[in-house]
C-alpha cells in the first residue's frame, strides 16, 4: 500500500520465533513430573498457541486443582532452557526490519503472557525491533477468559489508534485468524509454525505463504484488498 502507513501485528511462537520443542517438551516434562497423562504428540502441537489453561485442560485434562502446579514448573523449565533454545524463524528479522524502515509500525500479539513474551523477546535480542507488545495477563486463569486473540489484537489497534492507515495480523494457527477477524482485520498465516494447511485455509486466512520473503508482499497485498472491501460496505 503506496504511502500508507500499514500496521502489521506478529504472533510470537510459531511464527516469529521456533520454540524450538521448548513448549511442547516443557508441557511433557511438568506433566510427567506432577503423574499426570503426557497426550501423543500431535495433541501437544495443538496445545501451543491457545492460553496454556484452556490447553492443559481441554486437550491434556487437567484437573483444576493441578493446573497451578503444572503451569509453575512449566513455566520454570521455560525460563531456565526453553528461551534461550528458542530462534527466530529465517528471515524473519529482515522482514520485520524492512518493514520499519519502510515507516510502517510493528507490534506483537501473543497469547503468551504479556511479561514472558517480553522476556523471550529479549532474550532473542529482538525486544527493540517491535513499536509494542502486547500478551495476556499475568494471571494464566485471567488469560483463559479471553476471547482468544480478539481482546489482545484489539488493544494493539487501541495504542496505535490514528498511526496506521491498514492493519494485518500475520499468525500460524486458526485462532490467529479468528481474532484478526473478529477486529475486522486481514490476517496471513504462516505455514512454517503449529498450524497445519487444512486448519489455515478452514479458518479463513487471507493468504498463505511459506516463506519469511513472501511476507511483505503477502501483508500488503491482504491489507489492499481489506481497504476496498471496506469502501464497497461502507466502512471507510
Not at 142 to 154: H, N, P, V, Y
Not at 176 to 195: E, M, Q, R
Not at 198 to 224: F, I, K, W, Y
Amino acid at each position: 500500500m503506496k504511502n500508507s502507513r500499514l500496521l502489521t501485528l506478529f504472533d510470537l511462537d510459531g511464527t516469529l520465533v521456533d520454540p524450538a520443542g521448548a513448549i511442547t517438551g516443557g508441557i511433557s516434562a511438568a506433566l510427567r513430573a506432577c503423574g499426570l497423562r503426557v497426550p501423543a504428540d500431535r495433541e501437544l502441537q495443538r496445545m501451543v498457541g491457545p492460553s496454556r489453561v484452556r490447553s492443559l485442560k481441554d486437550i491434556a485434562g487437567v484437573p483444576e486443582d493441578r493446573l497451578d502446579e503444572v503451569i509453575g514448573l512449566y513455566r520454570q523449565d521455560y525460563r531456565s532452557t526453553g528461551m534461550a533454545a528458542s530462534r527466530p524463524y529465517p528471515g524473519i528479522i529482515n522482514v520485520i526490519g524492512a518493514l520499519r524502515n519502510q515507516g510502517h509500525p510493528v507490534a506483537v500479539a501473543t497469547q503468551k503472557p504479556e511479561w514472558l513474551a517480553l522476556e523471550l523477546l529479549d532474550v532473542q535480542g529482538m525486544t527493540k525491533l517491535f513499536h509494542s507488545v502486547h500478551g495476556s495477563p499475568r494471571d494464566e486463569r485471567e488469560a483463559a477468559a479471553l476471547q482468544g486473540k480478539t481482546t489482545i489484537i484489539a488493544a494493539a489497534l487501541a495504542q496505535h489508534r490514528g498511526r496506521f492507515d491498514a492493519a494485518v495480523m500475520v499468525g500460524d494457527r486458526s485462532h490467529d485468524i479468528a481474532g484478526a477477524k473478529a477486529n475486522s482485520l486481514p490476517c496471513v498465516a504462516v505455514t512454517w509454525g503449529f498450524g497445519t494447511i487444512d486448519e489455515l485455509t478452514a479458518a479463513g486466512a487471507d493468504a498463505v505463504v511459506d516463506r519469511a520473503d513472501q511476507l511483505p508482499s503477502a501483508v500488503s497485498t491482504a491489507a489492499a484488498v481489506a481497504a476496498k472491501q471496506a469502501v464497497a460496505h461502507g466502512r471507510l
